[in-house]
């Protein structure tokens, strides 16, 4: 009939249907998660390191103090970055950063050493083997120096960097759930701090949901592919084995950072230019 409405080929792609985003929820939510994580970290250290005097508290190791210490000033400085874009003092919070991104590699030596520092006294996490409570802690430290480094990656582009920059940060609050009183309700330390995280990751997922902003992962791995030379333009190229994990850390940090831009702010495809030379025998070609 005429008047039937005609039906677009299911072949043809689709344009995708954007939610608007409520920017001032959003400043809220990410507020609102750098003060719970806080909260986070001072309940779980509070017996033994905030309410035992903090540098006067009797760790085992003196590591333990500095590493206390810089972990410490990383969440302050998470609270007060998360508190800057909430007042939209942008200037100060890129000013601040510079200061932060210092932080990450001291946490992440730091962290090695404690670690390393309480296998040799023989310290668990629960039940667990001595092994394994050094292995839990280690994947900690290996994950949160990818994804802070994603983080720095993607500093110009702020739905990524803030989405990397609280998951890095929701990763070390693993510690300070494991030293919640989890025993209370039949769960071993490892289960309550594997809990707690899941928590939180829902939270930041329902938010984004509820936003129309949650990130899609359906090209996570497509997107994260690193480029790849052709044969044609570099013919005696072999790979070399010392790069390897150069290009395993730049997939997976394109990975992470397809994974935390949200499809409506991810920028489109890159194609290779074609050179002059090209272009003109593509020319002449059609000509002929």
């Given at each position: 009939m005429a008047t039937e409405a005609l039906r677009t080929p299911k072949s043809l792609p689709r344009r995708p249907i954007y939610r608007s985003v409520n920017r001032a929820a959003e400043r809220s939510f990410f507020a609102g998660m750098a003060v719970l994580l806080c909260v986070v970290v001072f309940i779980g250290f509070s017996p033994t390191y905030f309410r035992a005097g903090m540098l006067r508290a009797p760790l085992p190791s003196p590591i333990l103090h500095v590493h206390g210490a810089v972990f410490t000033i990383w969440m302050l400085l998470y609270l007060v970055q998360s508190a800057l874009i909430s007042a939209r003092r942008v200037a100060w919070h890129r000013s601040f950063g510079t200061v932060a991104f210092c932080l990450p590699p001291i946490m992440i030596v730091l962290g090695m050493i404690a670690a390393l520092d309480a296998f040799h006294r023989g310290a668990r996490i629960g039940p667990l083997d001595p092994a394994v409570s050094l292995a839990i802690p280690l994947l900690g430290i290996i994950c949160f120096a990818i994804v802070i480094f994603a983080a720095w990656r993607t500093r110009r582009r702020p739905d990524a960097h803030k989405r990397l920059?609280?998951?890095?940060?929701?990763?070390?609050?693993?510690?300070?759930?494991?030293?919640?009183?989890?025993?209370?309700?039949?769960?071993?330390?490892?289960?309550?701090?594997?809990?707690?995280?899941?928590?939180?990751?829902?939270?930041?997922?329902?938010?984004?949901?509820?936003?129309?902003?949650?990130?899609?992962?359906?090209?996570?791995?497509?997107?994260?592919?690193?480029?790849?030379?052709?044969?044609?333009?570099?013919p005696q190229?072999?790979?070399?084995?010392?790069?390897?994990?150069?290009?395993?850390?730049?997939?997976?940090?394109?990975?992470?950072?397809?994974?935390?831009t949200p499809a409506a702010q991810r920028p489109p495809p890159e194609h290779p230019r074609e050179s002059r030379t090209a272009r003109r025998s593509k020319s002449l070609s059609a000509l002929g």
């Open positions: 920059v609280l998951f890095a940060t929701i990763g070390l609050t693993e510690a300070a759930f494991g030293r919640f009183p989890w025993s209370l309700i039949g769960l071993p330390p490892a289960a309550g701090a594997v809990t707690g995280l899941g928590i939180l990751v829902l939270l930041v997922i329902a938010s984004d949901t509820a936003n129309g902003e949650i990130p899609t992962f359906t090209s996570f791995v497509g997107a994260s592919a690193p480029p790849s030379q052709t044969p044609a333009a570099s190229a072999t790979p070399r084995p010392c790069m390897e994990p150069c290009v395993l850390l730049e997939v997976l940090t394109r990975a992470l950072i397809n994974a935390a």
